[in-house]
C-alpha cells in the first residue's frame, strides 16, 4: 500500500473542530460531517464510542488523510481504542466507507452522553466556565488564611483568648476550603482555573503546617521565636 494512498477517517471526539486535538488533522481535507449508530461515554476529558445497531446517531466529521496520518492516528489512541471499518452516514445523504476508532475498554453506563455529540458537550461545558464561582471563592480563601494566621502571630494572645478556640478551627478550616475549592474550579474548568489551582496548591501546603503546628507544636520548638 502506497505512503501517498488516501483513507478517509471518521472522527467523533477530541480531534473535532473546534476540539483540542483537532490540530492533528490540520493537514487533512475535510470531507463531510457525519453519523453512525452507537453509544459516546465520557471517559474522562475525552469521549469513547460503542457502535450499536440500537444505539444513537453519533455526530462526527469525515476527513481524508494519508496512510503515515493514519498511522500516527494510531499511536495516539493508543490500546484503549481499536481501528476498524464501518459505513458513516453522511449529512445531507450518501454512506462513506471510513475509518473509525472504537473504544474497547469497561464503560460506565451513567457517562453515556446524550445527545451523542462532543462538540456539542464541550460548548455545554466551557458556557460553565463563564461562571468561576470557586476560582473567586480560592482566591478569597487564600489570602483570608494568611491574614488570620499573621493576626495570631502577631496579636497580643490576650485580646483574642477568648475565641481561640474558633480561631484555631478557621486556621485549619480556611487553607483546606480554599484547597477544595482550587479543586473544584479545575474539574468544572472555570476562568482562571489555573490561578485557582496554584491557589489550591499553596493552600495544601498551608493545610499540613497548620496541622503540623495544632498537634505537633514541638516540631516547631527547635526554630528561633
Keep these: 500500500m502506497s505512503e501517498n494512498e488516501k483513507n478517509l477517517v471518521f472522527v467523533y471526539g477530541?480531534?473535532?473542530?473546534?476540539?483540542?486535538?483537532h490540530f492533528r488533522l490540520r493537514k487533512a481535507p475535510f470531507v463531510k460531517e457525519?453519523?453512525?449508530?452507537?453509544?459516546?461515554?465520557?471517559?474522562?476529558?475525552?469521549?469513547?464510542?460503542?457502535?450499536?445497531?440500537?444505539?444513537?446517531?453519533?455526530?462526527?466529521?469525515?476527513?481524508?488523510?494519508?496512510?503515515?496520518?493514519?498511522?500516527?492516528?494510531?499511536?495516539?489512541?493508543?490500546?484503549?481504542?481499536?481501528?476498524l471499518k464501518a459505513k458513516v452516514h453522511a449529512k445531507g445523504g450518501g454512506d462513506f466507507h471510513v475509518w473509525l476508532y472504537e473504544y474497547r475498554k469497561e464503560v460506565d453506563s451513567g457517562a453515556e452522553l446524550l445527545p451523542a455529540d462532543w462538540v456539542h458537550h464541550e460548548r455545554k461545558m466551557d458556557r460553565k466556565a463563564h461562571a468561576p464561582f470557586f476560582s473567586l471563592a480560592t482566591f478569597v480563601l487564600l489570602p483570608a488564611t494568611a491574614a488570620l494566621g499573621a493576626f495570631m502571630t502577631w496579636a497580643d494572645p490576650d485580646s483574642f483568648s477568648r475565641f481561640s478556640w474558633i480561631l484555631q478551627v478557621l486556621s485549619i478550616a480556611l487553607p483546606l476550603l480554599a484547597f477544595?475549592?482550587?479543586?473544584?474550579?479545575?474539574?468544572?474548568?472555570?476562568?482562571?482555573?489555573?490561578?485557582?489551582?496554584?491557589?489550591?496548591?499553596?493552600?495544601?501546603?498551608?493545610?499540613?503546617?497548620?496541622?503540623?503546628?495544632?498537634?505537633?507544636?514541638?516540631?516547631?520548638?527547635?526554630?528561633?521565636n
Design 14 to 21: 477530541t480531534l473535532r473542530k473546534e476540539s483540542s486535538n
Design 34 to 83: 457525519g453519523w453512525i449508530l452507537g453509544r459516546l461515554y465520557r471517559i474522562g476529558w475525552y469521549p469513547g464510542m460503542r457502535l450499536d445497531e440500537e444505539g444513537v446517531p453519533v455526530r462526527g466529521e469525515i476527513y481524508e488523510i494519508e496512510r503515515e496520518a493514519l498511522r500516527e492516528l494510531d499511536a495516539f489512541e493508543g490500546n484503549e481504542f481499536e481501528r
Design 180 to 224: 477544595l475549592a482550587g479543586r473544584k474550579a479545575h474539574a468544572r474548568r472555570e476562568r482562571w482555573a489555573e490561578g485557582a489551582e496554584v491557589c489550591a496548591a499553596v493552600a495544601f501546603v498551608v493545610f499540613c503546617l497548620m496541622l503540623l503546628i495544632r498537634f505537633f507544636p514541638s516540631a516547631f520548638e527547635a526554630f528561633p
